[in-house]
């Protein structure tokens, strides 16, 4: 029978001595992360290549310092890149619909903006001042007088020849009209009546053709009228002309090396001069600079510029985090304002999206995130794989609403997107997504721990130094740092591991620097330490606390001493958030003559992990394999959970449930003071199983309260011992011989120190009384293969036993 393990091997205890500092006040503070040198190969990689398609996705567990390496990384890069452009939008004078882009050097668009400003402000004053010049007004008083001569000229001849003809020209006030004349004076209807027909006949026909002249000088004048109009609209233009040009001349010059610039001044000075009117509003509207705004009503807002993304600041390419990756927030948006009771727009309300900031730089997305939000990850993907940013609204892409929308240019997209999530996100991308493994073919794998090694330890000190630095936490001793490197192996569950999941470490020194200034220390003591932990796990404990309530009151069926056929007390673990916990649970098997079935309860009625049911078929296989090899598996058997109401999942309580099977068939008691967890192969070799920290405390504490007698202790597999990382008060226990720890690696080592009997071998010796668990099992198995056959014989009558499942002996 094998022996208990000594208190020494139950931990992994980290010694202050191997410290050379007396507290970590005297390290340089280090916030490098430890123990992820594939991840960081990965993520420099990722970031130093630049080709289309090499984006990051970076995954690993919650607070393991993905987002610290990859910005420090990041951070390297970004200092020798160059800086991104400035991106703004302009209005498209002949297509206002579709606003234009345009790239310019770091800090120019902002500049750019500022000088239009400039520009209108210096219409606003010169334009009017220029149309209210006297030269301005000669011009227009020479055009006018010139065609007002011509005019009067060419009215005098036809009243001249009206005359002539003793027909006068009248005005009124409807126009021209022509009466006969007689003795000077107008004739009334009367007069004309009396003339003979011929010349009345006479006068109607030079009137007639006086008429026909008159319309044709009309048309003449209309004509003179549209060459007058066009000659100030002329005169308007030079004069416009030589108040803008120059100022459009001296910004030519400023960004002659902007050729996109350059056209749009030109269309700005064409538009100007075709819209000088807009200039020559009232003059109260105030000339400062920078009140663009106040000029909304004379359509001056098309002349502005709306700066997209300004990288003025000289710190290289940018760096982006969106916390709220929504489609818009991403790709941009245009937004509308009310007027006279409709939506409008214009290319002012166009919003940049974080790709807009992140052009020519890194952005980070949290996977899920972005997964969780409609149209975001399609819209992310559509721009990677198009290289571009196109400004899309999602109420005119489904027809939702019918506003009016702008067309915006689309802007060359040149950015490294790094996505942070889950391992399972990754797979399910990879699998589902036939883009994703296009736009994200760097994945960075960060472990859930690293090594506790000498140099992972020095390096974990001295994280632990600049984690209190940061935090403005009182410094450790080399108690406290010995401490937090125990609980750190702790939460790995490994005493060979430290866990990579800084966050909960960092959440431990604040309630231990908490614990520490309350008590007036002035450095964190391994006291500390071991307190704050304590107290993380009172105030998560009040589950566990109700389910040793009910075990201790005998509602839940636990028991701690004796012994029992066919019941064993299994360990399981339960989960809630991040708080784990283990408890005892009552396993209980029954077995009878059969054709080989054994029945899993939790499986029949659907409360089973696949992974619980592999389990139990497994050790079907053995069962099988090691009593019945040359004869028929003559048995029925069922296993159940007593007491268990939820699902039941994993496969280390196979273990148990095999010597509960064994004890079953061996009719030997099982010592109830032992709990068992282990996860067992078709060969009987004890395989390791997880939270076995957890699970040997969970019994542990069963014991305790009920009292403490030396009989109590857990079977282990031997695989798990080096994860050991029990708490002081079982070691202690341990150490006084209170509570013991077996390791086994055979089901035969488990059921011996169940039982207190030799497993023996899988064959009876003799035909009397098996001395062995293992020949008791044989010589059951044995008299149900006889049964059967027996029964199975033609013109056999047999009557079953009663609970035994043996056939009467007639």
């Not at 903006?113 to 210096?122: R, T």
């Not at 125990?486 to 999941?501: E, H, I, N, P, V």
């Not at 992974?611 to 079907?620: A, R, T, Y």
């Amino acid at each position: 029978m094998i022996d208990p393990l000594p208190s020494e091997r139950l931990t992994h205890r980290c010694d202050p001595g191997e410290f050379a500092f007396e507290t970590t006040a005297e390290l340089a503070a280090s916030d490098d992360v430890i123990g992820q040198e594939r991840a960081a190969r990965a993520v420099e990689f990722g970031i130093g290549i630049r080709r289309e398609g090499y984006n990051l996705f970076v995954m690993g567990p919650p607070g393991s310092g993905k987002h610290t390496l990859v910005r420090k990384h990041i951070a390297t890069y970004a200092a020798g890149a160059e800086r991104s452009s400035d991106w703004v939008y302009v209005n498209n004078f002949e297509q206002p619909q579709k606003p234009i882009a345009i790239g310019l050097p770091p800090g120019r668009g902002a500049a750019l903006c500022k000088d239009m400003e400039n520009l209108v402000d210096e219409l606003c004053a010169a334009i009017p001042a220029v149309f209210d010049s006297d030269e301005y007004t000669a011009k227009v008083e020479a055009i006018d007088a010139e065609f007002s001569e011509q005019h009067e000229r060419e009215f005098t001849a036809l009243g001249e020849e009206a005359t002539q003809q003793k027909i006068a020209l009248l005005r009124t006030p409807t126009g021209f009209s022509f009466a006969p004349v007689k003795d000077g004076e107008i004739m009334t209807p009367e007069d004309f009546a009396k003339l003979p027909e011929a010349e009345q006949q006479r006068i109607q026909a030079a009137i007639s053709a006086l008429q026909a002249k008159l319309e044709k000088l009309v048309r003449g004048v209309m004509r003179l009228r549209k060459e007058r109009i066009e000659r100030v609209r002329a005169l308007n233009r030079e004069m416009t002309l030589l108040a803008v040009g120059h100022v459009v001349d001296d910004l030519k010059v400023r960004y002659q090396e902007m050729p996109r610039v350059v056209e749009y001044l030109e269309a700005v000075q064409h538009d100007v001069l075709d819209h000088a009117d807009d200039f020559r509003k009232p003059a109260e509207i105030p000339n400062a600079p920078g009140q663009m705004a106040q000029r909304e009503g004379l359509s001056l807002r098309r002349y502005s510029v709306n700066v997209l993304v300004e990288n003025g600041a000289p710190d290289g390419a940018p760096l982006v985090s969106e916390d709220h990756p929504t489609f818009q927030n991403l790709i941009g948006r245009i937004e509308h304002i009310a007027q006279l009771g409709t939506l409008v727009t214009d290319f002012n309300l166009i919003k940049p999206g974080a790709l807009h900031r992140a052009n020519g730089g890194h952005l980070l997305i949290d996977a899920v995130k972005i997964l969780s939000q409609p149209f975001a990850w399609e819209g992310l993907k559509r721009a990677l794989l198009r290289k571009e940013i196109r400004i899309e609204s999602l109420g005119d892409m489904y027809s939702l609403v019918s506003t009016v929308s702008l067309e915006p240019e689309a802007i060359p997209l040149q950015t490294k997107v790094v996505l942070f999530g889950d391992r399972f996100v990754y797979y399910l991308l990879q699998a589902y997504d036939p883009d994703f493994g296009k736009l994200f073919r760097v994945a960075a794998d960060f472990g859930d721990d690293f090594e506790r090694d000498r140099s992972n330890t020095d390096a974990f000190a001295r994280l632990l130094a600049a984690q209190a630095a940061r935090e403005g936490l009182l410094p450790l001793d080399r108690s406290g740092v010995a401490r937090a490197v125990d609980f750190a192996s702790r939460y790995a569950g490994d005493g060979r591991k430290l866990t990579a999941q800084v966050r909960r470490i960092a959440d431990l020194l604040a309630e231990a620097d908490h614990a520490a200034r309350s008590a007036g220390r002035s450095v964190i003591v391994a006291g500390d330490i071991a307190g704050a932990d304590a107290a993380q796990r009172d105030r998560s404990d009040r589950v566990r606390e109700r389910i040793e309530e009910e075990i201790l009151r005998g509602s839940l069926l636990i028991d701690t001493d004796g012994a029992k056929v066919a019941q064993v007390n299994g360990l399981s673990v339960v989960t809630l958030g991040d708080y784990s916990f283990g408890a005892p649970t009552r396993i209980t098997a029954t077995t009878r003559l059969g054709d080989g079935q054994v029945i899993d309860i939790q499986r029949e009625v659907e409360l089973g992990g696949a992974i619980h049911s592999k389990g139990v078929l497994i050790l079907s296989a053995f069962l099988a394999a090691r009593f019945s090899g040359n004869r028929p598996h003559s048995l029925a058997a069922s296993l159940v959970f007593e007491q268990t109401y939820g699902e039941v999942e994993g496969d280390s309580a196979s273990l148990a449930e095999l010597c509960a099977l064994l004890s079953s068939l061996a009719d030997v008691p099982i010592r109830q003071s032992l709990a068992v967890t282990g996860s067992v192969n078709q060969l009987g070799e004890v395989q390791p199983i997880g939270a076995v920290n957890e699970k040997v405390e969970g019994f542990f504490e069963i014991c305790h309260a009920r009292g403490l007698t030396g009989t109590q202790g857990v079977l282990i597999p031997a695989t798990n011992v080096d994860e050991l990382m029990l708490r002081d008060d079982v070691i202690a226990a341990a150490r006084d011989g209170a509570f013991r720890i077996f390791p086994v690696r055979t089901v035969d080592e488990a059921i011996e120190v169940l039982t207190g009997l030799p497993a023996g071998d899988a064959e009876p010796v003799g035909e009397g009384p098996q001395s062995s668990v293992n020949g008791r099992v044989a010589a059951r198995l044995r008299e149900y293969s006889t049964a059967r056959r027996k029964w199975t014989r033609p013109g056999a009558t047999a009557r079953s036993a009663r609970g035994s499942g043996r056939p009467d002996e007639d």
